[in-house]
């Protein structure tokens, strides 16, 4: 019972980018990939939900491999992505676009809806509701991209870079939504972060990750308060 | 006043075609050129049924929707689909279709023969008087459809879940992905419509003029022209266009001969095409860059 990544290699047509990678997310645990520019952190993601094809090694859910389905298969079984930039669609109204979570979700629909938690606790995104997606502020268009990916009821949540572009102050809510995401649905979430002292904090485990191989992984307050994390991640010298 | 009656009429022939190209542009970016021949697909379909009496006439009409339908769904999957692989510039598309159209062309004249057959499925004969002007029934029920048609498909996409995913797949098809739609699904319903109208324009309009290999050729070039006037990202875009150049186009010939006629019509075009890329109710595509 987790996501597995197992020894995978990936990347663009002339240039191999993961080499290696394995890690696991287990339900209900959230785990940070940090690493720099560039390290392969997006490439990951997009691997795993098959956006970008896997050259080898695997790529397992609670229900067996993955890893040669197609990407909207993949959401259907439970392994969501909210991607870097939030990817709303930008001429559906933020309902719309919260609606096409639900296609997702199918079976595994039914039973308490975690939107409505959410929805209570930031009330922005229900008071945008009708809205074009692409008027809303890069702090609420996250906010509604995440509301739409639990629409989609996910038992795997990955997310990229969700902080991206953000002032700290709508950082802070987004953490604190992911919190909640965590709390709610009982998903298995890794987050893929820049902000490695945020991810850390509010991680169980983390892996860092250094051109496309995984060079650390444990404990992320244990390797928040590391040396070497420190100084390359963290910005202490 | 006659030339504009008949015009507008005409234009809806047009607009039913151009809507088919609307409709792939819209989910798959990519358009049919095969178009042409696939309605006379649909007029021979319906011709190869014509003497099952047990069959009603909706029902003859619906085999020659849906002949070019499965055939569009097809050809979508195994030689559009490949070929739109390479990312947003890669458009072999392009020649695999129009390498469809003669494909389809060759093997409808060698198993039809080049000469017109009489259809009389769904045929309506007689004119009625609009404004002084006689219009056959049949012009008038193409033309009908084709508005009809459109504002089924405009209802479709704007108040039910599939067309709520025809336009999730039409604005971003990766992002529509991770919300467990297909693209290729949504792209493969989009041919089978958009065929399957070719192919019921054909068997109407075979009615008035029979049906030949080449009955949807002499269609092409004006349904795409209206297509690009009112713009392929709309699908009011065909309604719109259909009617300024059928107008426009039997204005000109009724003024100035037959010869002015398709030209005034690519002149629009040429006009529309500087003065709004887009269409005249298109959108402007917002370029990644």
Known sequence: MSLVVDNAESGYDRAPI????????????????????????????????????????DLADDDGSFAKLSSHRRA?????????????FPRLTVGENIALGRRAAGKRAGGEDPVDALLDAFPIVRERWGQQANLLSGGEQQMVALTRAVAARPRYLLLDEPSLGLSPLKTLDVFRLIELIRE???????????????????ADRAYVLEHGRIVMEGDAAKLRS???????????? | MEAVVIGLVLGGLYALLAQSFVLTFITTRTLNFAVGEFVALGAFAAIAVSSWSWLPTPGKVAVGFLAAAVVGALVYRFLVLPFTTQGEHDVRWLLSTVAV??????????????????????????????L???????????????????????VVTQRTSVGLMMRAVSQDPDTASLMGVSPRAVGAASYFVAMGLAGLAGVLYAATVGASPVMGETLLVASIAVAIVGGLGSLWGPLLGGALYGVLSQVASYQWGAIWGETAGLLLVIVVLVAKPEGLLGRRMEVKL
């Open chain 1, 76 to 88: 259907k079984r439970g392994v969501v992505m909210v991607p870097e930039g939030r990817k709303l």
């Open chain 1, 18 to 57: 993961l080499s290696g990678v394995s890690l696991r997310v287990e339900p209900g645990e959230l785990v940070a990939v940090v690493g720099s520019n560039g390290a392969g952190k997006t490439t990951l993601v997009k691997t795993i939900v098959g956006q970008l094809a896997l050259r080898a090694g």
């Open chain 2, 101 to 130: 159209s003669f494909v389809m062309l060759n093997l409808i004249t060698n198993v039809e023969g080049p000469s017109p057959q009489r259809s009389d499925t769904a045929r309506i004969s007689g004119t009625v008087d609009i």
């Open chain 2, 132 to 154: 002084g002007a006689g219009v056959g029934k049949q012009q008038l029920v193409l033309a009908g459809l084709a508005v009809v048609i459109s504002l089924l498909l405009i």
């Open chain 1, 226 to 237: 590391s040396d070497e994390v420190r100084r390359a991640y963290l910005g202490v010298s």
């Open chain 1, 184 to 202: 709610r649905t009982g998903a298995g979430i890794l987050l893929v972060e820049q902000m490695a002292d945020q991810a850390l904090a509010a």
